[in-house]
């Protein structure tokens, strides 16, 4: 694959168009090897900075799975983006990274050798700017697929001054942020980004400044290592700025003998979703720490800082929170197994209660990410495994394999690269049969663990989402509840998931619902439902099924609730006063899922429902 030489012979690039040329002549994946990567090694690309080119370089190392974390790293003056490449231990952190989750780093570069650290806040063809544009080129996937949780900026001197800056400029976006010889921003930049409002906010932009929230009151994690012997720090303005938008007022503690920690101790906006551990900054002062791109420091600031912890959408601004591995962490059992031809990947988590008392029939939740994802980021996305332990259940956490989507939306392309997607349509060419997978995984959890047959759910998020309606429809006898969230069935979209053979023959069998929906997601569906929209469809398609009469309500704007300022519930019961069907839209959710979400489902709605001999059973 590699094409093109540029002027240094160290670094030979992959050439873009002929790569898009593979990709479309590209062979079916390998069944045994599917997680494999497309794409892998060096990639040239150039963004446009108000008309001006700015080049930057891709890497992806060997094995990176998609939705990997991404690092964008920024040198000093004089270095060019090859020089980072050819010189820093990024390529060989990237390469080595023990974990699954090998990420993908970007290389920048200042324009003619020098970045303007005193560019004024707000400049539309700067610095800034071409981070920015960087980030969101980044954040394509024609080639692979960077999580918008998992994504960090990290600058050594200059380029350290500028990564300050352009977290203060777009801070919604950058799960952590550290820099090494280069804090020193202007006073008049930091009081411009902080009396800044913010429309960025992480999956919605707020233009009009609805919910008044300004850059200066977004936590970031950042980690400032000053360098005395350099001559762009030490700017004592910018720890300040950071401490004050984490919310911090306590004293810092030493953590390391060379690192001073801060750390928030009142509860963040959002509590229920975001650990405050995850609201900190830490600051050292080492001379010569950014000698070398800060060769002796990489490993540290990789595993010890930017890894720990990630941006999840759901709130504006996003959700800060501490980064659990499934399997080193939570200590998840990890399934790679053989089912009908494919190598499948799964997530089993057991709570300790539930170890204790093997033989103890116990419920099951199965979990399904959305596009592009996989079972290890939904662990994380959703916290599962957190109400598990509290009401002592199973959760498995399936991962689909790649495959094209063919819905063209917000987050989805057909131009995209062959990312993980649930083959519900069977639209993958010789791909696998997910409705068998899911009958056997059922069966391989309950040949481990004592499965209680009659209580087994489902629910998952966007892709995922139309993946747990398909079970819902072709498989209704198994499920006592499902809950899919930010998804509806698109019967006028391209998504005929009505016409599926295995839907088309189904019995006439209820299955309790509650679909969930974000306010901020109006490019895939609609928050409030009515007759003509894709969301009152899909609702009154569920109250047909269900059978609650008239399918179609007489009216939308009644029999509303509010629970915690946020939730809009809306419940419909059939003739005996059961919740058959429920909607929720979440006011300011962007396409997103949370934590607290999963606890609702679990203690209003799947704890009350029971399959017994085929019945459905309700209890309050």
Known sequence: MDKTVVADPIVRLVDVTDMKEQNQHRERINPMEPYLPVYQGLFADTVLVNGTPRRYLTYVPEGARSSTAGIFV??????????????????HLADTEERKEKFIVFFLEPQDGVWDTDEPYGKETGDIAYVNAVFTAGMGRSKFAIHEAKCYLMGCREGGVIAHMAAMHNPAVWAGVVSVGGSRVSKAYIQAAKEDFCTNLDGFEDPAHRLNIKKGEIGMPVWIIHDPETTCGEGQAVVEYWKACCGITEKGFQTDPDVMTFVRTSE?????????????????????????????????????????????????????????????????????????????????????????????????????????????IYVGNTEWHKVADRYGFLVAFPSALPGNISLETQV????????????????????????????????KTNADH?????????????????????LALAMTDVFAAAAPCSGVLFADEGMPILELPEVKKRADCALPIWMFGGEQEPWLMQHLPNDENDTGKTISIWRKIN?????????????WSVCKDRWHDLICRDEGGR??????????????????????????????????????????
């Open 547 to 559: 059978h609650i009469s008239p399918a179609k309500p007489q009216s939308w704007t009644e029999g």
């Open 450 to 470: 004592a499965v209680d047959r009659s209580r087994i759910y489902i629910t998952g998020h966007s892709h995922g989402s139309l993946m747990t309606q398909t």
């Open 579 to 620: 919740p058959m069907v429920r909607y929720t839209w979440v006011e300011n959710m962007p396409h997103a899922t949370m934590p607290e979400m999963s606890s609702r489902i679990w203690e209003e709605f799947f704890s009350h429902w029971s399959r017994e001999n085929g019945e459905l059973k309700y209890r309050l």
């Open 412 to 443: 989805s392309s057909k131009e995209d690269a062959q990312l993980p997607a649930w083959n519900f349509l069977h639209k993958m060419p010789d791909g696998p049969d997910e409705l068998s997978f899911f009958r056997q995984l059922i069966e």
């Open 268 to 376: 963040p906006p959002y509590a229920p979703n975001q650990d405050k551990q995850a609201f900190r900054v830490c600051e050292s002062t080492l001379p010569g720490a950014s000698e070398d791109h800060a060769n002796l420091l990489l490993r540290r600031i990789w595993k010890d800082f930017l890894s720990c912890q990630r941006r999840w959408m759901s709130s504006p601004g996003g959700e800060l929170r501490v980064t659990q591995d499934p399997v080193r962490d939570l200590h998840m059992e990890y399934h790679y197994e053989c089912i009908d031809g494919w190598m499948r990947e799964w997530y089993v988590h057991v709570p300790e209660r539930v170890r204790k008392q093997p033989g103890q029939p116990v419920p099951l939740v199965l979990a399904m990410h959305g596009y592009s994802c996989g079972g290890d």
């Open 74 to 91: 920024l040198a000093g003056n004089g270095k060019t983006a090859a020089d980072i490449w050819r010189e820093s231990d990024w390529k």
